[in-house]
């Protein structure tokens, strides 16, 4: 199981970017997809998450401006960023517990991060 992720870039302050992680490999279920980000020096923290009934969950930071959603068909979660500010220029990361059978408990899986730059 794989989970790659794609987007981001540079924005500026007030601008909009979106992140998109597709999770590949032999997948039974997809129960929790998240997005989390680590700015230079600090701790990795949660952005959004999803649940595989679409209840979705926000950092306060970022509730009202991000909205996470998933597809799944295709086994994908996104990101939409709108009104970005400089604090949120981080490395984000997706992050998906997966079961790869019925009869296995589900596993996290990370992606390999993508670049978000907000300039002011």
């Known amino acids: 199981v794989q989970l790659q992720a794609s987007g981001g870039g540079l924005a500026q302050t007030g601008g909009s970017l979106r992140v998109s992680c597709a999770a590949s490999?032999?997948?039974?279920?997809?129960?929790?997809m998240g997005w989390y980000r680590q700015a230079p020096g600090k701790q990795r923290e949660l952005v959004a998450s999803?649940?595989?009934?679409?209840?979705?969950n926000y950092a306060h930071s970022v509730k009202g401006r991000f909205t996470i959603s998933r597809d799944n068909t295709k086994n994908m979660v996104y990101l939409q960023m709108n009104s970005l500010k400089p604090e949120d220029t981080a490395v984000y990361y997706c992050?998906?517990?997966?079961?790869?059978?019925?009869?296995?408990?589900?596993?996290?899986?990370w992606g390999q991060g993508t670049q978000v730059t907000v300039s002011s």
């Open positions: 999803i649940t595989s009934d679409d209840t979705t």
């Open positions: 992050n998906a517990v997966i079961r790869l059978a019925a009869v296995l408990s589900p596993i996290p899986y």
């Open positions: 490999g032999s997948i039974f279920s997809i129960n929790f």
